[in-house]
């Protein structure tokens, strides 16, 4: 019914900067709140930023004020602008979308995944 597209992963510089995306397809009226995460290996899931239906932004420790969660309604895309990069940062890192689907009789909100994209910050 919905299907999210993880792009912009890659390798880095430390220091340097990347975007990822994660483009809603489908069945899907508009996103609502959006996350993403990270894991790397041997290491546990972390939650490094979120945004909240109403616009409303939180970032991990780790990545505060370096990191910067979006969203485009228009494009039913969320963002992850991720700059100064370390070498810490290296993970898969996953967006996690509530949507709000076009259904027969309304609107229902559902939560889905992407597929995962590597980010390596290596010099």
């Known amino acids: 019914q919905v299907q999210l597209a993880e792009s912009g992963g890659g390798l880095v510089q430390p220091g340097g900067s990347l975007r990822l995306s994660c483009a809603a397809s489908?069945?899907?009226?508009?996103?609502?709140?959006a996350r993403w995460y990270r894991q790397a290996p041997g290491e546990q899931r972390e939650l490094v930023a979120r945004i909240t239906s109403g616009g409303t932004t939180d970032y991990a420790d780790s990545v505060k004020g370096r990191f910067t969660i979006s969203r485009e309604n228009a494009e039913n895309t969320v963002y992850l602008q991720m700059n100064s990069l370390k070498p810490e940062d290296t993970a898969i890192y996953y967006c996690?979308?509530?949507?709000?689907?076009?259904?027969?009789?309304?609107?229902?909100?559902?939560?889905?995944w992407g597929q995962g994209t590597q980010v390596t910050v290596s010099s």
């Open positions: 996690n979308v509530d949507g709000l689907l076009t259904v027969a009789f309304g609107l229902v909100r559902r939560n889905y």
């Open positions: 489908g069945s899907i009226f508009t996103i609502d709140a």
